[in-house]
């Protein structure tokens, strides 16, 4: 109404889950540009809410990668009370299992684990069903599934991710996950669902691997993959860096921030 040009972020749920969801179907569509974290959820409000595509565009969440990056795995795992010697899968993030599906992730690793005596999971968070996944755990029988807690300190944070193989979120639904960005930024691969904006940074068999929502077989096959090549893993690493310094870096997002202001203020 001021004609002041108006740049929004749109964080990734559903807008008609919204109080005001009726406000949004006019407050949306006149944005002068909208910012989003991925090219599904550009879809969703070019679709349903008519916003004109060269208005969207896909900018993702900054992660510092001068505090977020690879360092010696040894002195991580000697930093974080870990074995060197062992190999750990991590998950990060909140004990929601609808969302998350952590029941999903241990009942997986607990299949596979008798043909892979040197693998660990490693559980950092906390949330509302940690007793229930606990249980799980000792109803499986495993002593090689460890709850860490919640881990607010960055500098524990960044030595558990390059404790890891790889990164494991087979959520339900997403955003665009911090800690996906995070552990790239370590170096490390992503073994994820493709929700949200989870396949801006994962490409298959690069920086890591994707899988649908639910699928409890494909989550197998590929985290086989992942135990039984630890060369390619390895490989995969710098190639896992570079994608973090170019696309969530905070050089790299300022750049597409500065581009959208500069088009919206010409």
């Known amino acids: ?24 179907h006019w407050t949306i569509p006149r944005a002068n540009k909208i910012i989003a974290s991925s090219q ?3 879809g969703m409000l070019a679709s349903r809410y008519r916003v004109p595509w060269k208005r969207l565009e896909v900018i993702l969440t900054p992660i510092d990668t ?4 690879p360092i010696d795995r040894a002195t991580a795992c000697h930093s974080t009370s870990l074995d060197p010697k062992r190999r750990y899968l991590l998950f990060v993030g909140r004990l929601h299992d609808q969302v998350k599906r952590v ?3 241990i009942r997986t690793f607990t299949s596979l684990v008798v043909d892979y005596p040197d693998i660990d999971l490693l559980i950092v968070g906390d949330g509302p069903d940690e007793k229930r996944l606990r249980r799980l755990v000792a109803e499986q029988g495993s002593d090689r599934v460890h709850f ?11 030595q558990l991710y390059n404790t890891a193989e790889c990164l494991m979120l087979p959520s339900r639904k997403e955003g665009f996950p911090t800690v996906v960005g995070e552990a790239m930024a370590c170096g490390i691969p ?6 949200g904006g989870v396949g801006e940074l994962i490409i298959e068999g690069e920086t890591g691997w994707l899988i649908l929502p639910g699928d409890t077989e494909a989550l197998k096959a590929k985290l086989s993959f992942v135990l039984a090549h630890p060369e390619v893993v390895a490989s995969m690493r710098p190639q896992v860096r570079r994608m973090a310094e170019a696309r969530v ?18």
């Open 148 to 158: 860490l807690g919640w881990v607010s300190d960055t500098k524990t944070k960044v």
């Open 103 to 105: 029941s999903m992730l």
């Open 66 to 69: 001068s505090i977020f990056r």
């Open 249 to 266: 870096s905070p050089a790299a997002v300022a750049a597409e921030l500065r581009k959208c202001f500069q088009m919206e203020s010409k």
């Open 40 to 42: 599904g959820e550009l």
């Open 190 to 195: 992503v073994l994820a669902s493709q929700v």
């Open 1 to 24: 109404m001021l004609g002041v040009p108006l740049i929004a972020y749109h964080s990734g749920s559903q807008p008609d889950y919204y109080i005001g969801r009726f406000a949004k």
